[in-house]
T-cell receptor
Framework: NAGVTQTPKFRILKIGQSMTLQCTQD?????MYWYRQDPGMGLKLIYY???????DKGEVPNGYNVSRSTTEDFPLRLELAAPSQTSVYFC?????????????FGQGTRLTVV | TQLLEQSPQFLSIQEGENLTVYCNSS?????LQWYRQEPGEGPVLLVT?????EVKKLKRLTFQFGDARKDSSLHITAAQPGDTGLYLC?????????????????FGQGTILTVHP
């Protein structure tokens, strides 16, 4: 059971370039999330999704876009990369409407914008 | 918006000391979770508390959920260098959160714990 898989693990982008961070889960979870984590800090929610076709903004959505065409996949798109988007990005999923909801995280994508 | 305030943000202590991390909100959560993250890895679940007033123990770690299900604490007894890491609390939104928020997890900003030998 793979859980949550993120690709790539590392990426260096030039200012103004774009890229898509891939996230897929094989647990049939309805909730999926994208977080960013700056050095020495906690998690900030970028976008989340409650199911296929439904997405919503988190705390820090500017400069990012998401889509959720299937239950399994939740890609995060960066358009016009900026140095402020240098961070570690984590994708997570959870199976909701249960009091013991647990979030499962991917290994993270370390992105540097230069 | 249901927010979780975690304190302190940074904690640096000597091996053998005790510590408490707090997670507070003005909103009610259906459950509250604590995660631990090691460098280079994603967060991993430590415990879930679901009942107001609940106390759970995991070896030297004691987790408590407030009676009103708005706050939680993590107490570590006799901290060891292996406890070093980022500790995150997360609340699961309850039915009163409304809309599509039911079941969604909201994370606190985290507490970075460093235990020195």
């Amino acid at each position: 059971n793979a859980g949550v898989t993120q690709t790539p693990k590392f990426r260096i982008l030039k200012i103004g370039q774009s890229m898509t961070l891939q996230c897929t889960q094989d647990m049939n979870h309805n909730y999926m999330y994208w977080y960013r984590q700056d050095p020495g800090m906690g998690l900030k929610l970028i976008y989340y999704s409650v199911g296929a076709g439904i997405t919503d903004k988190g705390e820090v959505p500017n400069g990012y876009n998401v889509s959720r065409s299937t239950t399994e996949d939740f890609p995060l798109r960066l358009e016009l990369a900026a140095p402020s988007q240098t961070s570690v990005y984590f994708c997570a999923s959870s199976y909701s409407v249960d009091m013991n909801t647990e979030a499962f995280f991917g290994q993270g994508t370390r992105l540097t914008v230069v | 918006t249901q927010l979780l305030e975690q304190s302190p943000q940074f904690l640096s202590i000597q091996e053998g000391e005790n510590l408490t991390v707090y997670c507070n909100s003005s909103s009610v959560f259906s459950s509250l979770q604590w995660y631990r993250q090691e460098p280079g890895e994603g967060p991993v679940l430590l415990v879930t508390v679901v009942t107001g007033g609940e106390v759970k123990k995991l070896k030297r770690l004691t987790f408590q959920f407030g009676d009103a299900r708005k706050d939680s604490s993590l107490h570590i007894t006799a901290a060891q260098p292996g406890d070093t890491g980022l500790y995150l609390c997360a609340g699961a939104h309850d039915l009163n959160a409304g809309g599509t928020s039911y079941g969604k997890l909201t994370f606190g900003q985290g507490t970075i714990l460093t235990v020195h030998p």
